[in-house]
Protein backbone atom coordinates (compact mmCIF):
# COMPACT_ATOMS: atom_id res chain seq x y z
CA UNK A 1 0.00 0.00 0.00
CA UNK A 2 0.81 3.65 -0.18
CA UNK A 3 3.03 5.37 1.90
CA UNK A 4 3.25 8.91 0.69
CA UNK A 5 3.42 11.75 2.93
CA UNK A 6 -0.16 11.74 4.17
CA UNK A 7 -0.99 8.81 3.06
CA UNK A 8 -4.55 6.95 5.03
CA UNK A 9 -3.46 4.04 7.17
CA UNK A 10 -3.17 0.92 5.08
CA UNK A 11 -6.39 -0.85 6.08
CA UNK A 12 -8.74 2.28 5.28
CA UNK A 13 -6.83 2.49 2.11
CA UNK A 14 -8.07 -0.60 1.46
CA UNK A 15 -11.51 -0.01 2.95
CA UNK A 16 -12.05 3.00 0.67
CA UNK A 17 -11.12 1.34 -2.28
CA UNK A 18 -13.64 -1.41 -1.05
CA UNK A 19 -16.41 1.08 -0.35
CA UNK A 20 -15.82 3.07 -3.95
CA UNK A 21 -15.87 -0.22 -5.68
CA UNK A 22 -19.44 -1.21 -4.19
CA UNK A 23 -20.97 2.42 -4.95
CA UNK A 24 -19.53 1.85 -8.64
CA UNK A 25 -21.30 -1.30 -8.93
CA UNK A 26 -17.79 -3.23 -9.32
CA UNK A 27 -18.24 -4.88 -6.23
CA UNK A 28 -22.32 -6.45 -6.20
CA UNK A 29 -24.71 -7.33 -3.56
CA UNK A 30 -24.39 -10.58 -2.24
CA UNK A 31 -21.15 -11.44 -3.90
CA UNK A 32 -18.58 -13.33 -1.85
CA UNK A 33 -14.86 -11.81 -1.26
CA UNK A 34 -11.89 -13.45 -2.11
CA UNK A 35 -10.05 -15.74 0.52
CA UNK A 36 -8.70 -13.42 3.27
CA UNK A 37 -4.97 -14.40 2.71
CA UNK A 38 -5.88 -14.08 -1.02
CA UNK A 39 -6.89 -10.47 -0.41
CA UNK A 40 -4.36 -9.60 1.59
CA UNK A 41 -1.59 -10.44 -0.62
CA UNK A 42 -3.39 -8.90 -3.51
CA UNK A 43 -2.89 -5.60 -1.50
CA UNK A 44 0.58 -6.04 0.08
CA UNK A 45 -0.76 -6.17 3.60
CA UNK A 46 -0.57 -8.46 6.42
CA UNK A 47 -3.99 -10.80 7.16
CA UNK A 48 -4.22 -8.62 10.14
CA UNK A 49 -4.58 -5.20 8.50
CA UNK A 50 -7.05 -6.81 5.97
CA UNK A 51 -9.25 -8.08 8.47
CA UNK A 52 -9.15 -4.49 9.78
CA UNK A 53 -10.26 -3.14 6.94
CA UNK A 54 -12.81 -5.70 6.39
CA UNK A 55 -13.86 -5.47 10.30
CA UNK A 56 -14.50 -1.50 8.63
CA UNK A 57 -16.96 -2.16 6.42
CA UNK A 58 -18.49 -4.75 8.77
CA UNK A 59 -19.52 -2.04 11.30
CA UNK A 60 -20.78 0.20 8.53
CA UNK A 61 -23.05 -2.96 7.81
CA UNK A 62 -21.36 -3.19 3.97
CA UNK A 63 -20.03 -6.67 4.87
CA UNK A 64 -21.27 -9.90 6.43
CA UNK A 65 -18.69 -11.81 8.16
CA UNK A 66 -20.01 -15.55 8.82
CA UNK A 67 -16.98 -17.76 10.38
CA UNK A 68 -16.64 -20.63 7.65
CA UNK A 69 -19.08 -19.25 5.28
CA UNK A 70 -16.42 -16.13 4.09
CA UNK A 71 -17.13 -12.90 3.48
CA UNK A 72 -20.25 -11.53 1.33
CA UNK A 73 -21.00 -7.66 0.00
CA UNK A 74 -24.02 -5.98 1.89
CA UNK A 75 -24.68 -3.11 -0.69
CA UNK A 76 -27.55 -1.35 0.94
CA UNK A 77 -25.10 -0.07 4.35
CA UNK A 78 -23.22 3.05 4.48
CA UNK A 79 -21.16 4.28 1.91
CA UNK A 80 -19.63 8.09 3.18
CA UNK A 81 -16.41 6.82 3.28
CA UNK A 82 -12.91 9.56 3.67
CA UNK A 83 -13.73 9.93 -0.19
CA UNK A 84 -17.50 10.53 0.01
CA UNK A 85 -17.45 14.16 -1.48
CA UNK A 86 -14.49 12.99 -4.18
CA UNK A 87 -16.83 12.26 -6.96
CA UNK A 88 -14.75 11.22 -9.98
CA UNK A 89 -14.03 7.52 -10.61
CA UNK A 90 -12.13 5.76 -13.41
CA UNK A 91 -14.02 4.96 -16.70
CA UNK A 92 -14.53 1.45 -15.63
CA UNK A 93 -15.53 2.53 -11.88
CA UNK A 94 -14.06 3.02 -8.74
CA UNK A 95 -10.56 3.70 -8.13
CA UNK A 96 -8.72 4.58 -4.91
CA UNK A 97 -7.88 8.36 -5.01
CA UNK A 98 -4.50 9.73 -4.28
CA UNK A 99 -3.14 13.10 -4.10
CA UNK A 100 0.50 14.96 -5.30
CA UNK A 101 0.78 18.54 -3.86
CA UNK A 102 2.30 20.55 -6.72
CA UNK A 103 2.25 23.99 -5.03
CA UNK A 104 1.21 25.54 -1.56
CA UNK A 105 1.12 29.75 -1.62
CA UNK A 106 -0.27 32.15 0.53
CA UNK A 107 -1.94 34.66 -2.07
CA UNK A 108 -4.34 37.73 -2.44
CA UNK A 109 -7.70 36.63 -3.10
CA UNK A 110 -8.13 36.64 -7.13
CA UNK A 111 -11.07 39.32 -7.99
CA UNK A 112 -12.99 36.14 -9.47
CA UNK A 113 -12.97 34.08 -6.58
CA UNK A 114 -16.64 33.47 -4.63
CA UNK A 115 -17.41 34.35 -1.48
CA UNK A 116 -15.38 32.46 0.97
CA UNK A 117 -17.35 33.80 4.21
CA UNK A 118 -14.57 36.35 5.66
CA UNK A 119 -13.24 39.74 4.83
CA UNK A 120 -9.85 38.25 5.12
CA UNK A 121 -7.45 39.57 2.26
CA UNK A 122 -5.74 36.25 1.61
CA UNK A 123 -6.22 32.29 0.81
CA UNK A 124 -4.43 29.62 0.73
CA UNK A 125 -4.05 28.12 -2.64
CA UNK A 126 -3.16 24.38 -3.26
CA UNK A 127 -2.61 22.91 -7.02
CA UNK A 128 -2.55 19.57 -6.77
CA UNK A 129 -2.97 16.38 -9.13
CA UNK A 130 -5.67 13.61 -8.46
CA UNK A 131 -5.06 9.73 -9.35
CA UNK A 132 -6.80 7.12 -9.17
CA UNK A 133 -5.06 3.61 -8.52
CA UNK A 134 -1.85 5.81 -9.80
CA UNK A 135 -3.54 7.27 -12.72
CA UNK A 136 -3.35 10.51 -13.30
CA UNK A 137 -6.90 12.01 -13.46
CA UNK A 138 -7.46 15.58 -12.48
CA UNK A 139 -5.52 18.55 -12.15
CA UNK A 140 -7.14 20.45 -8.91
CA UNK A 141 -6.88 24.37 -7.85
CA UNK A 142 -8.27 24.86 -4.33
CA UNK A 143 -8.79 28.52 -2.40
CA UNK A 144 -8.83 27.69 1.47
CA UNK A 145 -9.76 31.29 3.28
CA UNK A 146 -6.62 32.66 5.55
CA UNK A 147 -8.80 32.85 8.31
CA UNK A 148 -8.46 29.27 9.41
CA UNK A 149 -4.68 29.23 9.88
CA UNK A 150 -1.64 31.46 9.32
CA UNK A 151 1.09 28.26 8.32
CA UNK A 152 0.02 25.56 5.80
CA UNK A 153 2.56 23.73 4.24
CA UNK A 154 2.74 20.52 1.42
CA UNK A 155 4.36 18.21 3.86
CA UNK A 156 1.75 18.08 6.39
CA UNK A 157 -1.31 17.97 4.21
CA UNK A 158 -3.67 14.94 4.35
CA UNK A 159 -3.78 12.48 1.03
CA UNK A 160 -7.83 13.68 2.19
CA UNK A 161 -7.86 17.51 2.90
CA UNK A 162 -11.31 17.01 3.91
CA UNK A 163 -9.78 15.26 6.96
CA UNK A 164 -7.45 17.18 6.85
CA UNK A 165 -9.53 20.16 7.71
CA UNK A 166 -11.10 18.06 10.29
CA UNK A 167 -8.13 17.03 12.29
CA UNK A 168 -6.17 20.07 12.05
CA UNK A 169 -8.38 23.09 11.64
CA UNK A 170 -11.68 21.49 13.13
CA UNK A 171 -13.68 22.15 10.16
CA UNK A 172 -16.54 19.42 9.21
CA UNK A 173 -17.51 19.43 5.60
CA UNK A 174 -21.18 19.51 5.93
CA UNK A 175 -22.11 20.01 1.81
CA UNK A 176 -21.01 21.23 -1.00
CA UNK A 177 -22.08 22.65 -4.56
CA UNK A 178 -20.54 21.74 -7.95
CA UNK A 179 -20.78 23.36 -11.44
CA UNK A 180 -19.68 21.19 -14.26
CA UNK A 181 -18.65 23.17 -17.50
CA UNK A 182 -16.10 22.92 -19.97
CA UNK A 183 -12.82 25.46 -19.20
CA UNK A 184 -9.51 25.60 -20.95
CA UNK A 185 -6.25 23.80 -18.84
CA UNK A 186 -4.01 26.47 -17.47
CA UNK A 187 -0.92 26.16 -18.02
CA UNK A 188 0.36 24.71 -14.89
CA UNK A 189 -0.82 21.33 -15.33
CA UNK A 190 2.01 18.67 -15.74
CA UNK A 191 1.89 16.94 -19.01
CA UNK A 192 1.48 13.54 -16.95
CA UNK A 193 -2.35 14.41 -16.62
CA UNK A 194 -2.53 13.95 -20.69
CA UNK A 195 -4.01 17.29 -21.05
CA UNK A 196 -2.35 20.17 -22.93
CA UNK A 197 -2.40 23.68 -21.80
CA UNK A 198 -5.22 25.75 -23.23
CA UNK A 199 -7.35 22.48 -24.93
CA UNK A 200 -10.74 22.40 -23.72
CA UNK A 201 -11.71 20.10 -20.70
CA UNK A 202 -14.24 18.99 -17.98
CA UNK A 203 -13.86 21.64 -15.57
CA UNK A 204 -15.92 20.80 -11.88
CA UNK A 205 -16.02 24.06 -9.91
CA UNK A 206 -16.57 23.58 -5.91
CA UNK A 207 -17.54 25.51 -2.90
CA UNK A 208 -18.00 23.78 0.34
CA UNK A 209 -19.59 24.78 3.61
CA UNK A 210 -18.49 23.75 7.39
CA UNK A 211 -20.36 23.57 10.49
CA UNK A 212 -20.68 27.16 10.91
CA UNK A 213 -22.58 27.22 7.40
CA UNK A 214 -20.30 29.60 5.84
CA UNK A 215 -18.74 28.92 2.92
CA UNK A 216 -14.85 28.00 3.48
CA UNK A 217 -13.35 26.87 0.31
CA UNK A 218 -13.63 27.12 -3.45
CA UNK A 219 -12.10 24.55 -6.29
CA UNK A 220 -11.54 24.41 -9.79
CA UNK A 221 -10.63 20.82 -11.16
CA UNK A 222 -9.55 19.68 -14.32
CA UNK A 223 -10.37 16.28 -15.55
CA UNK A 224 -8.54 14.05 -18.13
CA UNK A 225 -12.29 12.06 -19.60
CA UNK A 226 -10.90 9.93 -21.78
CA UNK A 227 -9.48 8.16 -18.09
CA UNK A 228 -12.09 9.27 -15.69
CA UNK A 229 -16.10 10.24 -14.96
CA UNK A 230 -17.54 13.14 -12.46
CA UNK A 231 -20.49 10.81 -11.11
CA UNK A 232 -22.72 11.57 -8.53
CA UNK A 233 -25.27 9.13 -7.06
CA UNK A 234 -28.75 9.97 -5.76
CA UNK A 235 -30.26 7.22 -3.20
Excluded: C
Aim: charged share 25%.
Amino acid sequence: MATEPGALPAYLQISELLIRDIAAGRLADGQRLPPEREMAAEHGVSVTTLRKALADLQNRNLLDRRQGSGNTIRASGEMEGVYAYFRLELRQGGGFPTAQVLEVTRAVKPDDLPDLGSDTGFAWRIRRVRALNRLPVSAEEIWLDGRFTDRLSAEELSQSLYLYYRERLGLAILRAEDHVEVDPVPNWVPEDLGLASGEPALMVARRTWAQTNEPIEFSRSWVNTSRARYVSRIS
